[in-house]
């Protein structure tokens, strides 16, 4: 049976609890390694690193679709010599 582990965050130097139900999550999971921070600079890092079903709105870059002339953008720098297409475009090539 698993008890309760107080443990110290790397991070804030703060005390915090492991919870036996904690430990048996991390084990149905496969984690090996204990927690290093606290729950709440867990969920400051989540939100630094937009986790949480919130990703960094990804830059789109302003190109000219090759094959129909649509004004589109696209996630990646265009270069000068590989084609670009609008979404169509790609979508009826690739098919």
Known sequence: MKE????????CGTEFV???SEQ??????????????CP???QARK?????NNERPA???FHATCA????????????SMDRPV????????RKG
């Open 47 to 51: 939100q630094r690193m937009g986790i």
């Open 4 to 11: 309760d582990k107080t443990l110290v965050c790397r991070e």
């Open 24 to 37: 048996e999550f991390y084990e149905e999971k496969g984690f090996t390694n204990e927690p290093g921070r």
């Open 85 to 92: 297409y609008c979404r169509e475009c790609f979508n009826a």
């Open 58 to 60: 990804r830059e789109m």
């Open 67 to 78: 094959e129909c002339g649509q004004d589109t953008e696209v996630p990646f720098r265009p």
């Open 18 to 20: 492991f919870s036996a």
């Open 40 to 42: 709440g600079c867990r």
